[in-house]
Nanobody, 128 residues
Framework: VQLQASGGGLVQAGGSLRLSCAASGITFNQYVMAWFRQAPGKEREFVTVSTVPARGGGRIYYADSVKGRFTISRDNAKNTVYLQMNSLKPEDTAVYYC???????????????????WGQGTQVTVSS
């Protein structure tokens, strides 16, 4: 399994970015896909997750801090998950990681330790 994240960069507060995470070596539509982020000196935190029909009913969940501003989507034909980030704030500055799991339980969706596979991370910096 390989995950390749891209799309990070420097943006002013109020701006937008779209992150991408391309997966290979898996049957993509069987995997729960998530985004986490980690700011300097802080623990890795949950951002959003896209479940699949067989595991989570295809529902999407967001952290309260990004709800209404971030949108996760997936293109199963391209084996890619996206994170559209709008109305960015300086506190969104972090390294963003995509992660996936085929066996995760519903109670563990927001726990980074529950994901077996991780992308390399992409830096997002929001200036004030």
């Amino acid at each position: 399994v390989q995950l390749q994240a891209s799309g990070g960069g420097l943006v002013q507060a109020g701006g937008s970015l779209r992150l991408s995470c391309a997966a290979s070596g898996i049957t993509f539509n069987q995997y729960v896909m998530a985004w986490f982020r980690q700011a300097p000196g802080k623990e890795r935190e949950f951002v959003t997750v896209s479940t699949v029909p067989a595991r989570g009913g295809g529902r999407i969940y967001y952290a309260d801090s990004v709800k209404g501003r971030f949108t996760i989507s997936r293109d199963n034909a391209k084996n890619t998950v996206y994170l559209q980030m709008n109305s960015l704030k300086p506190e969104d500055t972090a390294v963003y990681y995509c992660a996936l799991s085929r066996t995760i339980t519903m109670s563990s969706l927001t726990r980074s330790t529950a994901y077996a596979h991780w992308g390399q991370g992409t830096q997002v910096t929001v200036s004030s």
